[in-house]
C-alpha cells in the first residue's frame, strides 16, 4: 500500500522560508516520478516542482529561482524548499507520485496522493 505522508507546513511571514517533507512508503521514490502540487481556496489544483527518476527538475514559472524541489533516496522522502516566500504561495501542498508521466505538472498524470500540508505566508 502506497502512502505519502507530508510535512513541515506552517506560518511564516512574506521573505521567510520553509521545507516541507514528503515520506514515502510501499513505493521505491527513486523508481517514480515525483512532485509537489498546491490549492488554495477556490483554485485549481497546480503544479509547483517535479522531479523524474533521473533526477531531472521541473518548475511553474512563479515559483522559479525561489524554489528547490530534491529527493533523499536513502531516506525514500522528497523535499520542496521555499525560500523568498510570498502571500500567494499560501495553500494546501500536496506530494504526488507515479511511475510513468508525460506532463510533470499536471495534477492528473498522478495516481497517488498525500494528504496534504497547510502553508500560509502573511504580508
Known amino acids: 500500500q502506497v502512502q505519502l505522508v507530508e510535512s513541515g507546513g506552517g506560518s511564516v511571514q512574506a521573505g521567510g522560508s520553509l521545507t516541507l517533507s514528503c515520506t514515502a512508503s510501499?513505493?521505491?521514490?527513486?523508481?517514480?516520478?515525483m512532485a509537489w502540487f498546491r490549492q488554495a481556496p477556490g483554485k485549481e489544483r497546480e503544479g509547483v516542482a517535479a522531479?523524474?527518476?533521473?533526477?531531472?527538475?521541473t518548475y511553474e514559472t512563479s515559483v522559479k529561482g525561489r524554489f528547490t524541489i530534491s529527493r533523499d533516496n536513502a531516506k525514500n522522502t522528497l523535499y520542496l524548499q521555499m525560500n523568498s516566500l510570498k502571500p500567494d504561495d499560501t495553500a494546501m501542498y500536496y506530494c504526488?507520485?507515479?511511475?510513468?508521466?508525460?506532463?510533470?505538472?499536471?495534477?492528473?498524470?498522478?495516481?497517488?496522493w498525500g494528504q496534504g500540508t497547510q502553508v500560509t505566508v502573511s504580508s
Open positions: 504526488a507520485a507515479d511511475a510513468w508521466l508525460t506532463y510533470p505538472l499536471t495534477p492528473g498524470q498522478y495516481n497517488y
Open positions: 510501499g513505493l521505491t521514490l527513486s523508481r517514480y516520478y
Open positions: 522531479i523524474d527518476r533521473g533526477g531531472s527538475t
